[in-house]
């Protein structure tokens, strides 16, 4: 058995307190009244009234249909989702419910080709021993004695995401939940932001399903991208065995108002394959970066969820950790195998890359880099992004197989190379997103 031993990021103002464990199981018994606590469990949800935002799922889907809102002062309109969202994590804020104030933590760009963006980040990690991970099984059962979000109280809830019923996209400010036929997912605030807007997306949370990608729930979190119609916003994933410390589902997400690295560099279209209706689906492989990557695009989000659903699902069953980052409005999904846990269970890590105590999740990987230590921020360079980068990213051969696995999984046709250059992008990516003018002054990063 392989372990690491790591400090797990509190995502949860309830995540501490682990003497409540049985209360809400036993509360159902009584008559309803919950356990007091306003949690998410099914002691409390039957009486909550969650808002809700029901989004409308196409079946065979290209453009963007999400609602918008306008303003009248000359900014461009933003989704409705957008801004409910921002709206209620900036309450959330005035409300005192995060750890620290995450505007006030020091952002810049590393000077270099790349742009790696790192972050002084010293509230994140405080206050907190390390505890051991098992991380040589990306597939473990769930377990009822460690914090799961059923624990989460209400108040950290933002709304409900969830599809509509009909075909349009509608949102219900309080919306009542029968939890015998419904278990709702739910956004709720990482109280422990590494940016603006830094929200968990926790699929059927009441199913207690494991941190495992499924097709539903994959589905939702695209759709997640999709309606927000933000390029800032990015969904992350992290599985077992890659620096996800939660073994219940989530996703995370969060604004950054410039491009991660991985976003702007070139790649290489390896594979395709035509979906239902003709749509075309392409995935590439990333070049010049220090990570070994695959980028999945297509023209539906359906059929793209789909083909990245059952290559994460592939990934799974032969144990391989990986993480996800969806870009671009759900239009562009990277998947990142990887294996850094390993080689640090294996006593293969430079004591220098330990000593940073950085955990290459999936935001470090796509090039956001979140430092502990001052000395660590303003001594970051490019070549130390690299370097754990670097150790990161499967060999050569590993990466070969899981290139494989991905083909058969999703059904792809491996493209013959004539290795045109045209194909490739440049290192700056004129369609990569630029500064975004509606978020937060605070949270601009200076270049
Ligand atoms: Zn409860």
């Known amino acids: 058995m392989l372990t690491i031993k790591k400090v797990a990021t509190v995502v949860s103002n309830y995540q501490e307190d682990n003497n409540n464990t049985n209360i809400s199981e036993n509360a159902i018994q009584s008559e309803g009244r919950g356990c007091f606590r306003n949690c998410l469990g099914k002691c409390c949800l039957p009486v909550s009234k969650l808002p809700l935002y029901a989004f409308k799922k196409d079946e065979n889907d290209s453009e963007n249909n999400a609602a918008v809102v306008s303003f009248d002062d000359g900014v461009s309109p933003i989704s409705f989702l957008n801004n409910l969202l921002l709206g209620q994590w900036e309450d959330r804020m005035r409300r005192g419910l995060f750890r620290y104030d995450v505007t006030s933590c020091e952002t810049k760009i590393i000077p270099g080709r790349y742009g790696f963006i790192a972050q002084l980040n010293e509230g994140r990690h405080l206050k907190k021993r390390p505890t051991e991970f098992r991380i040589d099984q990306v597939l473990q059962p769930f377990d009822e004695n460690k914090f799961n979000f059923t624990k989460v109280g209400q108040e950290e809830v933002l709304f409900r995401f969830e599809s509509s019923d009909d075909d349009k996209s509608r949102f219900f400010s309080s919306y009542p939940l029968d939890i015998w036929s419904t278990s709702p997912s739910v956004v709720a605030i990482n109280v422990s932001p590494i940016e603006y807007g830094h929200v968990l997306l926790i699929p059927r949370v009441v199913d207690r399903l494991p941190q495992r990608i499924d097709r539903e729930s994959f589905l939702l979190a695209l759709y997640f991208a999709k309606e927000a119609a933000d390029p800032f916003l990015r969904v992350g994933y992290n599985s077992l065995g890659a620096f996800a410390t939660i073994n219940h589902l989530h996703f995370q997400a969060y604004y950054l108002s410039v491009s991660f690295p991985i976003e702007k560099v070139p790649n290489h279209k390896i594979m395709t394959r035509k979906g239902l209706h003709g749509t075309k689906l392409v995935v590439s492989e990333?070049?010049?970066?220090?990570?070994?990557?695959?980028?999945?695009?297509?023209?539906?989000?359906?059929?793209?969820?789909?083909?990245?659903?059952?290559?994460?699902?592939?990934?799974?069953?032969?144990?391989?950790?990986f993480n996800v980052l969806i870009a671009d409005c759900g239009k562009k999904i990277f998947l990142l195998p990887q294996c850094y846990a390993e080689k640090q269970a294996l006593g293969e890590v430079s004591s220098e890359l330990l000593e940073t105590q950085v955990n290459p999740a999936v935001w470090e990987i796509s090039g956001h880099m979140v430092l502990k230590k001052r000395k660590d921020y303003n001594d970051a360079s490019e070549e130390y992004a690299w370097k754990l980068l670097s150790e990161v990213s499967l060999s050569g051969t590993r990466f070969e197989k899981v290139k494989a696995y991905v083909s058969e999984a999703a059904n792809l046709q491996v493209k013959v190379d004539n290795s045109s250059k045209d194909e490739k992008e440049g290192v700056c990516d004129s369609q990569a997103p630029q500064v975004a003018l509606h978020l937060h002054h605070d949270c601009l990063v200076i270049q």
């Open 286 to 321: 990333l070049l010049d970066y220090p990570v070994r990557g695959l980028v999945f695009e297509g023209e539906s989000t359906r059929d793209l969820s789909d083909a990245v659903a059952s290559s994460c699902i592939y990934l799974q069953l032969k144990n391989i950790p």
